[in-house]
């Protein structure tokens, strides 16, 4: 596509609750990052793929996240058992590796209630 | 991964040069310097990249000393639509490992 995609836009869940977020990156694009950012607040890193490589993982706050990356192309973030402190927009972007920059999606905002 | 300090906000009036340092001690040989600004309810937006010198596009110019140990986003001429974040970063071209960003520098622009 033209840019990177997020959906939805808007999520408002019960705590305990599991949740899915997907990301769609610009097509060709080889890396793709997940950052959380709260209010207010910086971006956090939270996970990065490349191609085929193992993702860089460093960065997810507990093991009730994950992310996984269906060939080489969507990603799907899941959080289980959503706690109120999960919640934040989470951002998206790609990149093609030797060109500038990253492109961001306009993220998905994450409410636990 | 090389961190970043950036002042917390900045304040300036429509018309005016801004001028915003980030601070990289620690910068690698093979890391660049990206700029990005965010507006809010939405994801960042590549500005600029350099590597060393000067660097000008349509939307701004990018100053990096010699020691590369720090760099200066140079807004011309601002007006109200530049109140944003801007966000330095340091990292390797193409992104070989995730990247860190830090709080940003909240620009702020009155008339």
């Known amino acids: 596509g033209a840019g990177v995609s997020q959906s939805p836009s808007n999520k408002v869940t019960e705590k305990g609750k599991d949740v899915e977020l997907r990301c769609d990156p610009i097509s060709g694009h080889t890396a793709l990052y997940w950052y959380r950012q709260s209010l207010g607040q910086g971006l956090e890193f939270l996970i990065y793929?490349?191609?085929?490589?193992?993702?860089?993982k460093s960065g997810l706050p507990s093991d009730r996240f994950s992310a996984e990356r269906t060939g080489g192309s969507v990603s799907t973030l899941t959080i289980q058992r959503t706690q109120q402190e999960d919640s934040a927009v989470y951002l998206c972007?790609?990149?093609?590796?030797?060109?500038?920059?990253?492109?961001f999606g306009s993220g998905t905002r994450l409410t636990v209630v | 991964l090389a961190k970043t300090t950036q002042p917390i906000s900045m304040d300036s009036y429509e018309g005016q040069e801004v001028n915003i340092t980030c601070s990289h001690n620690?910068?690698?040989?093979?890391?660049?310097i990206t700029w990005y600004q965010q507006f809010p309810s939405q994801g960042p937006r590549f500005i600029i990249q350099g590597y060393k010198t000067k660097v000008t596009n349509e939307v701004a110019s990018l100053f990096i000393p010699a020691d590369r140990k720090s760099s200066t986003l140079s807004l011309p001429r601002v007006s109200l639509s530049d109140t944003a974040v801007y966000y330095c970063l340091v990292a390797p071209r193409g992104g070989a490992d995730g990247l860190t960003f830090g709080k940003g520098t909240h620009l702020i622009i009155q008339p």
């Open positions: 972007a790609s990149s093609d590796p030797g060109l500038y920059g990253y492109t």
């Open positions: 620690n910068i690698a040989t093979n890391d660049y």
């Open positions: 793929f490349q191609g085929n490589s193992a993702p860089d």
